[in-house]
């Protein structure tokens, strides 16, 4: 009995090791696939931004002041002082093309042109249309539009307004600050404009002169430098027979700080007026001296102006006189006079406020006066 429970037990021990053995053969992992290389990542897509948008200024020079005797007497020798609009381009396409169109009541026609931008902020100053009948004609501060417009190409168009201040022609420019030198520029050339030896009136005014001096004729300097004194004697006094009288107003008006300026009276103004002051006096006397031939100076110094006129083509000796003394004192005193400041002025020409306008020397670099209006006396 014994010998079999042994038996029977070896044998289920035996049978459980074999199904045990047949299953852990049975039973593998399931193979592990080998590891791939990974996939190069692709980028996202840039995102573009849109390019910035055409931006447009328009300035004026002058803090948006404009001087008409400034562009009609030194618009052609300094041609920078007649482009006074200046168009700024920002975000511009360099080399591609772009209409710009500008128009005023103070143009002959619209301007309109096209260009190719040559950098990205492109800044433009054109020479501009200007009708210089209308500049003559301006008596008063006025306000003016400029329509401005710039169409890129293959874009929208943008306009932009401008409205400026139009000063009276009579506003003759002394002085210019130029910020990058922090002086101010001498432009008491600008008053050589103003003399206007072809106005119409001066035959008037001769005839008067030889009738009363019984000059036969004025003849310049034909008669070398004896005879000049005798011709400006002859015109003072005519003056003084006309009623012209000094008179002390000097109107200085507003407008850029960083420009100078005063009223100055036309010669048609002056002998309607009857009255001038020290610059209305020496630009009329200068109109009729220059008309006979004589070669005559604007002289400045702080707050006052005189003529002279050389006693000769060539130069010379210059004889001053004082027209303030105009109606009030005979032609001896007023050379007397004229003869002092001369010689105090002489040595500070060149200094702030001191400075001499040769006519003849300015319509050489191209001042030419302020034409005659029609309608004055």
């Keep these: 009995m014994s010998v079999r429970r042994f038996l029977s037990g070896l044998f289920l021990l035996g049978l459980g090791l074999g199904v045990g053995i047949r299953i852990g053969l049975d039973w593998r992992p399931a193979p592990v696939p080998p590891l791939r290389p990974a996939s ?5 897509a840039p995102i573009r931004e849109p390019p910035p948008e055409l931006a447009c200024e328009v300035t004026a020079c002058f803090q948006g002041n404009i001087y008409p005797s400034l562009l009609l007497s030194l618009g052609a020798a300094i041609p920078d002082y007649a482009r006074c609009l200046t168009i700024t381009l920002r975000h511009a396409r360099p080399g591609h093309a772009y209409r710009i169109g500008i128009d005023s009541t103070l143009f002959q026609q619209p301007l309109a042109f096209a260009a190719d ?11 501009l249309p200007w009708d210089y009948a209308a500049l003559r004609r301006n008596a008063q501060s006025v306000p003016e539009l400029f329509a401005v417009s710039v169409t890129p190409e293959g874009g929208p168009t943008l306009e932009r307004d401008l409205t400026v201040m139009v000063h009276p022609v009579n506003e003759a420019v002394s002085r210019i600050y130029d910020p990058d030198t922090r002086q101010w520029d001498d432009t008491s050339v600008c008053y050589a404009a103003f003399v206007n030896e072809d106005h119409p009136w001066i035959n008037t005014l001769l005839a008067e002169a030889m009738a009363r001096s ?11 430098p004896a005879e000049v004194v005798p011709q400006l004697r002859a015109v003072w006094e005519a003056m003084a027979a006309r009623g012209l009288r000094y008179v002390d107003l000097a109107t200085t008006r507003g407008g850029a700080a960083e420009v100078a300026t005063q009223y100055v009276r036309f010669l048609d103004q002056s002998i309607r007026d009857r009255g001038a002051n020290c610059v209305d006096a020496a630009v009329l006397f200068a109109s009729i001296f220059r008309r006979i031939g004589l070669r005559p100076v604007l002289i400045f110094r702080p707050g006052h102006c005189f003529v002279a006129v050389y006693d000769s083509a060539a130069g010379g000796r210059l004889l001053a006189l004082e027209t303030t003394l105009l109606g009030a004192e005979p032609f001896r005193a007023a050379l007397a006079l004229g003869g002092e400041e001369l010689a105090a002025v002489t040595p500070n ?7 001499s306008v040769d006519i003849a020397t300015a319509r050489g670099e ?5 034409g005659f209006a029609a309608g004055e006396p």
């Design 214 to 224: 019984g000059l036969p004729r004025f003849t310049g300097y034909e008669s070398g």
């Design 40 to 44: 190069p990542a692709v980028p996202a």
């Design 117 to 127: 931008a040559n950098a990205s902020t492109w800044v433009v100053n054109p020479d």
């Design 349 to 355: 020409l060149g200094l702030p406020g001191y400075s």
């Design 366 to 370: 191209g001042v030419r006066p302020i």
